[in-house]
């Protein structure tokens, strides 16, 4: 816990220093803010929260309603990780650089500057978090601003101004861009993002991106800032037996209810092909994890099915066919649980109850 909140404070001092040059650059054009605070606190702002933050916090690979925290879609996420590691090769050229570039190059550069920006707020949006995007992104916002203003102020010197006298049409008119005012230089920039976005697209079509991933990497995931298919999660109760619970709505001269049982705050009906393959899968928990997490992840999907059904599902007819194909798994279950547990109808009669009720059962 110690070493997390020294991480915690190093973040802050980084952004709270970035905030603080970007207004000393704000209120004092003349001055040039490059030093070894600054440098240190780039590195950790640019390329240690990023490194962090997509190592930690953005590496599921299972996106559901159940899922663990997935900030971007995983089948969409290579646009995002492409888009970011571009943005931080723009901001490298730019901020040591020992020339100008050519005016074409300048604009694809102030652009992937201004896109940074942009993905940063949206990653604010998707997050929700404040400690993070407070510590990390509001930092990382203020260093590309930083970089942005002193860019604009060097291409507006006046021995900038002709430095490029023989360039060509592209070139001169991306020269008259850079150098023009703020209100219109970066109203602009962002329309020229779109093209650059574009590219960046078609390129990755080629590694099975789709052409909308950048979007789709914020939207198709789960109980996020802009997530959009939190309405699959309805209906869903997640670690829960998908096939046996809708297998236990059938009609109860077929599927044999004998009892309620309890399941994240919510009443369930049980029968007896449900509480076995509960019991089934808390023994398969308990004495092969690795098993149980690999086949958890994979029957998952299932819920995807159901949940996304669930009218279909939710049908007596429906529920009755089921439960009479889920007969074969109920008896393999059962046969497992006598062979490898001691006391297999205590661990059946334990499930979907309350806690205390768990203990008196176990006692006995």
Same mark, same amino acid.
């Given at each position: 816990?110690?070493?997390?909140?020294?991480?915690?404070?190093?973040?802050?001092?980084?952004?709270?220093?970035?905030?603080?040059?970007?207004?000393?650059?704000?209120?004092?054009?003349?001055?040039?803010?490059?030093?070894?605070?600054?440098?240190?606190?780039?590195?950790?702002?640019?390329?240690?929260?990023?490194?962090?933050?997509?190592?930690?916090?953005?590496?599921?690979?299972?996106?559901?309603?159940?899922?663990?925290?997935?900030?971007?879609?995983?089948?969409?996420?290579?646009?995002?990780?492409?888009?970011?590691?571009?943005?931080?090769?723009?901001?490298?050229?730019?901020?040591?650089?020992?020339?100008?570039?050519?005016?074409?190059?300048?604009?694809?550069?102030?652009?992937?500057?201004?896109?940074?920006?942009?993905?940063?707020?949206?990653?604010?949006?998707?997050?929700?978090?404040?400690?993070?995007?407070?510590?990390?992104?509001?930092?990382?916002?203020?260093?590309?601003?930083? /970089?942005?203003?002193?860019?604009?102020?060097?291409?507006?010197?006046?021995?900038?101004?002709?430095?490029?006298?023989?360039?060509?049409?592209?070139?001169?008119?991306?020269?008259?861009?850079?150098?023009?005012?703020?209100?219109?230089?970066?109203?602009?920039?962002?329309?020229?993002?779109?093209?650059?976005?574009?590219?960046?697209?078609?390129?990755?079509?080629?590694?099975?991106?789709?052409?909308?991933?950048?979007?789709?990497?914020?939207?198709?995931?789960?109980?996020?800032?802009?997530?959009?298919?939190?309405?699959?999660?309805?209906?869903?109760?997640?670690?829960?037996?998908?096939?046996?619970?809708?297998?236990?709505?059938?009609?109860?001269?077929?599927?044999?209810?004998?009892?309620?049982?309890?399941?994240?705050?919510?009443?369930?009906?049980?029968?007896?092909?449900?509480?076995?393959?509960?019991?089934?899968?808390?023994?398969?928990?308990?004495?092969?994890?690795?098993?149980?997490?690999?086949?958890?992840?994979?029957?998952?999907?299932?819920?995807?099915?159901?949940?996304?059904?669930?009218?279909?599902?939710?049908?007596?007819?429906?529920?009755?066919?089921?439960?009479?194909?889920?007969?074969?798994?109920?008896?393999?279950?059962?046969?497992?649980?006598?062979?490898?547990?001691?006391?297999?109808?205590?661990?059946?009669?334990? /499930?979907?109850?309350?806690?205390?009720?768990?203990?008196?059962?176990?006692?006995?």
């Amino acid at each position: 816990m110690g070493f997390y909140w020294i991480i915690m404070f190093v973040f802050g001092i980084a952004g709270l220093s970035a905030i603080c040059y970007l207004f000393i650059l704000l209120f004092n054009s003349q001055i040039k803010i490059v030093n070894g605070w600054f440098r240190t606190f780039e590195v950790i702002a640019l390329f240690l929260g990023p490194a962090i933050f997509l190592s930690s916090f953005d590496t599921g690979d299972i996106n559901d309603c159940c899922s663990d925290f997935v900030v971007f879609s995983p089948h969409h996420r290579l646009t995002i990780h492409t888009i970011i590691f571009l943005c931080l090769t723009a901001y490298f050229f730019s901020t040591y650089r020992r020339s100008l570039y050519p005016p074409l190059l300048e604009l694809i550069i102030n652009c992937l500057l201004l896109v940074a920006v942009i993905l940063n707020i949206f990653i604010i949006i998707q997050i929700k978090d404040p400690i993070i995007w407070i510590l990390g992104n509001v930092s990382i916002i203020g260093f590309y601003l930083i /970089q942005l203003l002193q860019n604009h102020r060097l291409l507006r010197r006046e021995e900038v101004v002709n430095a490029f006298p023989g360039n060509s049409i592209a070139g001169r008119i991306s020269m008259k861009l850079l150098q023009s005012s703020a209100l219109i230089k970066y109203p602009v920039l962002l329309f020229f993002c779109l093209p650059i976005l574009v590219l960046i697209a078609a390129v990755l079509y080629l590694f099975g991106q789709k052409p909308d991933s950048v979007i789709r990497a914020f939207t198709d995931t789960y109980h996020q800032g802009l997530s959009q298919l939190d309405y699959m999660c309805d209906n869903v109760q997640c670690g829960g037996h998908y096939l046996c619970s809708v297998a236990a709505n059938g009609h109860p001269v077929v599927v044999k209810p004998v009892r309620l049982g309890k399941r994240n705050g919510g009443t369930i009906i049980c029968n007896r092909q449900l509480l076995i393959s509960n019991a089934f899968e808390e023994l398969l928990q308990e004495r092969l994890p690795r098993t149980h997490r690999f086949i958890r992840m994979k029957y998952d999907r299932i819920g995807d099915a159901v949940h996304k059904y669930y009218s279909i599902f939710n049908n007596k007819f429906v529920s009755d066919v089921v439960y009479v194909l889920m007969k074969p798994a109920e008896w393999i279950f059962l046969v497992t649980l006598y062979l490898a547990d001691r006391n297999p109808e205590n661990r059946i009669a334990q /499930q979907y109850l309350l806690q205390q009720e768990r203990i008196i059962i176990r006692s006995n």
